[in-house]
Antibody, heavy 114, light 107 residues
Framework: EVQLVESGGRLIQPGGSLRLSCAAS????????MSWVRQAPGKGLEWLSV???????YYADSVKGRFIISRDISNNTLYLQMNSLRAEDTAVYYC????????WGQGTLVTVSS | DIVMTQSPATLSVSPGERATLSCRAS??????LAWYQQKRGQAPRLLIY???TRATGIPARFSGSGSGTEFTLTISSLQSEDFAVYYC?????????FGQGTKLEIK
């Protein structure tokens, strides 16, 4: 059974940094295109970033230059380093495959507030 | 970035009737178009990929069509469990983007 488990979300002040983790089991993240997607309270889905099998990365304009996606192959874990956080970054953050092999985590809540 | 625009924002349909949801891309996405369903408090679920291919376990009442910049998700006979929010999503070699969603509600 495939499981994606996000962690690391919490309350953080504007301007701060946070690293989210997505631990995978039953699926090898380096063999899949892995994305981060967020959903602000009461709002729609927003794609943030993808890490392709070969290591290429792409970002949405809204987070380019502030967020960094990476992976640890030995731990089979995907990360999202989030810097210079703003109130509008408040959301549930999901990791997901966004492919025909469709797997999503349960999400982790990030709240940016003073 | 490719902007995906869905219409309508809210669609009210009676159970047993047909629902048609639309999605438009700001530039051609070829056949790299997917549809997701999200119910309250749950992660999204893939319904359709490659414009018209149903994902594993998705009932035949869900169908997708279109090409280039105009796409449609059709639910042929609405069941109670189909009332949810639906998102279209494009995927290309440089990333992804979602539409803003269509809320399908009971009439």
């Amino acid at each position: 059974e495939v499981q994606l488990v996000e962690s690391g979300g919490r309350l953080i002040q504007p301007g701060g940094s946070l690293r989210l983790s997505c631990a995978a089991s039953g699926l090898t993240i380096s063999n899949n295109y892995m994305s981060w997607v967020r959903q602000a309270p009461g709002k729609g889905l927003e794609w943030l970033s993808v890490l392709y099998r070969g290591g290429s990365t792409y970002y949405a304009d809204s987070v380019k230059g502030r967020f960094i996606i990476s992976r640890d192959i030995s731990n089979n874990t995907l990360y999202l380093q989030m810097n210079s956080l703003r109130a509008e970054d408040t959301a549930v953050y999901y990791c997901a495959t966004l492919s025909s092999f469709d797997y999503w985590g349960q999400g982790t809540l990030v709240t940016v507030s003073s | 970035d490719i902007v995906m625009t869905q219409s309508p924002a809210t669609l009210s349909v009676s159970p047993g009737e047909r629902a048609t949801l639309s999605c438009r891309a700001s530039q051609s996405v070829g056949n790299k178009l997917a549809w997701y369903q999200q119910k309250r408090g749950q992660a999204p679920r893939l319904l359709i990929y490659g414009v018209s291919t149903r994902a594993t376990g998705i009932p035949a009442r869900f169908s997708g069509s279109g090409s280039g910049t105009e796409f449609t998700l059709t639910i042929s006979s609405l069941q109670s469990e189909d009332f949810a929010v639906y998102y279209c999503q494009q995927y290309n070699n440089w990333g992804y983007s979602f539409g803003q969603g269509t809320k399908l509600e009971i009439k």
